[in-house]
């Protein structure tokens, strides 16, 4: 079982930086994967960043990006596993929304598949005006 709390969100003139934490407690001892979502008004959930924590059999940490945020945002977990952090720069007023943080999903291929995750947090609201 693993539950999420995201905090951070905010309001920020475009051109600005929020940096959204999730806080994660399970009571599994592996670290499981984690993502970053986001929901605009009218549209459908999108993936905005994961991180796959690295082991021998998998190889080093994995962190993937949509295309829309590359360069701008950075995903990072803390050496513990019971935190997630999404560091936002240069924010643009598309960048807007509701921001979820998600864990637990076994392919990483496919990570932007909103089905393919299992716990969800209630989400944190992102404003960005132009």
């Known amino acids: 079982q693993v539950r999420l709390e995201e905090s951070g969100g905010g309001s920020v003139q475009a051109g600005g930086s929020l940096t959204l934490s999730c806080a994660v407690s399970?009571?599994?001892?592996?670290?499981?994967?984690m993502a970053w979502f986001r929901q605009s008004p009218g549209k459908g959930r999108e993936g905005v960043a994961t991180?796959?924590?690295?082991?021998?059999?998998?190889?080093?940490?994995?962190?993937d990006y949509a295309d829309s945020v590359k360069g701008r945002f950075i995903i990072s977990r803390d050496n513990s596993g019971n935190s997630l952090t999404l560091e936002m720069n240069n924010l643009k007023p598309e960048d807007t929304g509701m921001y979820y943080c998600?864990?637990?999903?076994?392919?990483?291929?496919?990570?932007?598949?909103?089905?393919?995750?299992?716990?969800w947090g209630q989400g944190t609201q992102v404003t960005v005006s132009a």
């Open positions: 998600a864990a637990d999903s076994p392919n990483r291929k496919v990570w932007t598949n909103v089905g393919g995750w299992t716990y």
């Open positions: 991180i796959y924590p690295g082991n021998g059999f998998a190889g080093p940490t994995f962190t």
């Open positions: 399970r009571t599994r001892f592996m670290e499981p994967p």
